[in-house]
């Protein structure tokens, strides 16, 4: 197990559909730990496997950071099948390095999602559970949360992170 690189903002390979997981493998048991590891490593509450250049529809979400393995996510070819109302607070995400928005999100997501073994459970999120969960099904989409803006305000964000990287 290890923290892998995560890609940024740029690369293409974020923003390619990513395809559906298959037959369970060890390789991708060792995926699934190396995100775990990945999120803690870099502070974030979920990772999606786009991000460590693997476009498979896999990623994991732990809003305790490694404090709680009862957190531990794991979502596999998942996709939304509810939702109910909205929020609206600020989300960033470890390819946009230093960038934080407020973005409205449903309030409450159903998920559905399959386990190694090929059944299918229903993931249930409310407030920022329901944000990581969109957030990260997003990403398996090719998208990103800067996406959701218009292309003044996207501009105005990607010349503060332009900045920010090279500080
Ligand atoms: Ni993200």
């Not at 990945?38 to 490694?66: F, H, K, M, R, Y």
């Not at 099948?81 to 470890?94: D, F, P």
């Not at 249930?124 to 329901?130: F, I, Q, V």
Request: glycine residues 8%; contains cysteine.
């Amino acid at each position: 197990m290890a923290a892998r690189t995560v890609i940024t903002w740029g690369d293409p390979r974020l923003k390619l559909n990513s395809a559906d997981v298959g037959e369970w493998t060890p390789e991708l048991e060792t995926l699934v730990a190396d995100l775990f590891d990945t999120a803690i490593a870099e502070e974030g509450l979920g990772v999606a496997a786009p991000q460590v250049g693997v476009n498979l529809n896999l990623a994991v979400i732990d809003l305790s950071c490694g404090q709680d393995p009862a957190q531990k996510i794991v979502l596999i070819n998942p996709e939304i099948v509810r939702e109910e109302g909205s929020q609206s607070s600020s989300e960033g995400c470890l390819s946009i390095p230093g960038i934080h928005e407020v973005l409205e999100r449903p309030q409450h997501v159903w998920v559905k999602s399959r386990r190694p073994d090929g059944t299918w459970h229903e993931v249930e999120g409310e407030d920022l559970l329901a944000r990581a969960l969109c957030h990260e099904i997003d990403h398996l989409r090719g998208r990103l949360f800067v996406e959701y803006f218009g292309p003044v305000k996207r501009q105005v964000i990607q010349r503060k992170y332009q900045k920010q990287k090279k500080a």
